[in-house]
């Protein structure tokens, strides 16, 4: 089992940027693809991207392509999530999640068997 835990989140000006972290505790951290995830108020979660277990791969949702990267470092049991050219229509919810299976692409939430509690991203115009 894997503990996630994320930071970083906050109140940032359209244009602004910001680093989530997903610090995990647990079982072996590199066992786990990663994937980031975000839910707006009265809006199904929507997947963001996905990072494979040692980082050689990611996938990103079209919404976020080149404005957002996923990055990881195994060593400190950490994912990242670097949000650049920040909109009003990314404020929301941030969760990261982690998935045990063989295959990383992973795009659904049904599909990550850990999740952690969400960080909040505001973006104000």
């Known amino acids: 089992q894997v503990q996630l835990v994320e930071s970083g989140g906050g109140l940032v000006q359209a244009g602004g940027s910001l680093r989530l972290s997903c610090a995990a505790s647990?079982?072996?951290?590199?066992?786990?693809?990663m994937g980031w995830f975000r839910q707006a108020p009265g809006k199904e979660r929507e997947f963001i991207g996905v990072?494979?277990?040692?980082?050689?791969?990611?996938y990103y949702a079209d919404s976020v392509k080149g404005r957002f990267t996923i990055s990881r470092d195994n060593a400190k049991n950490t994912v990242y999530l670097q949000m650049n050219s920040l909109k009003p229509d990314d404020t929301a919810v941030y969760y990261c999640a982690a998935d045990s299976g063989i295959n990383w692409y992973r795009r659904y939430a049904d599909e990550y068997d850990y999740w952690g509690q969400g960080t909040q991203v505001t973006v104000s115009s």
């Open positions: 990072i494979s277990r040692f980082g050689s791969s990611t």
């Open positions: 647990g079982r072996t951290f590199s066992s786990y693809t």
